[in-house]
T-cell receptor
Framework: KNEVEQSPQNLTAQEGEFITINCSYS?????LHWLQQHPGGGIVSLFM???GKKKHGRLIATINIQEKHSSLHITASHPRDSAVYIC???????????????FGTGTRLTIIP | NAGVTQTPKFRILKIGQSMTLQCTQD?????MYWYRQDPGMGLKLIYY???????DKGEVPNGYNVSRSTTEDFPLRLELAAPSQTSVYFC??????????????FGPGTRLTVL
């Protein structure tokens, strides 16, 4: 079982729909990241959160530390939101305090006009 | 600022050849990372560095080497290319492990094919 599981793997929706992408993880973490990978391959960071909820424009990310679960929501979805959305969790990898990200396999979102 | 830059964007290698993937960042970040992304898989950490002169292995270091002689540069070396190293390689950097914040900035990627 992967340490980070995302669902769904693929999601197709009509423009304007409310989108939810889920991420579950099995390890103790210090933070969770949501990333967006564009069709051309570039990766950008959307959110980093360790508790509660964050909002940026039409994007909302929530995390429940007790349930080891996070969701990414997109309101009023648009074709330009079409991308792969990746969840990654940050955890310690050494006794010296170094941390690493463990990535989910991503959710491919397609928004149809 | 250019952010994180990688060269080349694409490369085809023959089995047994060697090459260096270049990565440079101009944000004065301490931490730098190399990942590979295989189809249907999450990004995997190859090597990382917490500062000039300090590197350490990630999850999948076999077949690769790195060096960090300056804060800006973090090249990844493939000595004997194998088909299993066909992948997309991403370099990333972050300011450091300051409390509560460690956003990673990614380069555009290098698509490598080994035939």
């Amino acid at each position: 079982k992967n340490e980070v599981e995302q669902s769904p793997q693929n999601l197709t929706a009509q423009e304007g729909e409310f989108i939810t992408i889920n991420c579950s993880y099995s390890v103790g973490i210090s933070a969770l990241h949501w990333l967006q990978q564009h069709p051309g391959g570039g990766i950008v960071s959307l959110f980093m959160l360790s508790s509660g909820k964050k909002k940026h424009g039409r994007l909302i990310a929530t995390i429940n530390i007790q349930e080891k679960h996070s969701s990414l929501h997109i309101t009023a979805s648009h074709p330009r939101d079409s991308a792969v959305y990746i969840c990654a969790v940050r955890a310690l990898i050494s006794n010296f305090g170094n941390e690493k990200l463990t990535f989910g396999t991503g959710t491919r979102l397609t928004i149809i006009p | 600022n250019a952010g994180v830059t990688q060269t080349p964007k694409f490369r085809i290698l023959k089995i047994g050849q060697s090459m260096t993937l270049q990565c440079t960042q101009d944000m004065n970040h301490n931490y730098m990372y190399w990942y590979r992304q295989d189809p249907g898989m999450g990004l995997k950490l190859i090597y990382y560095s917490v500062g000039a002169g300090i590197t350490d292995k990630g999850e999948v270091p076999n077949g690769y080497n790195v060096s960090r002689s300056t804060t800006e540069d973090f090249p990844l070396r493939l000595e004997l290319a194998a088909p299993s190293q066909t992948s997309v390689y991403f370099c990333a950097s972050s300011l450091g492990r300051t409390s509560g914040y460690n956003e990673q900035f990614f380069g555009p990627g290098t698509r490598l094919t080994v035939l």
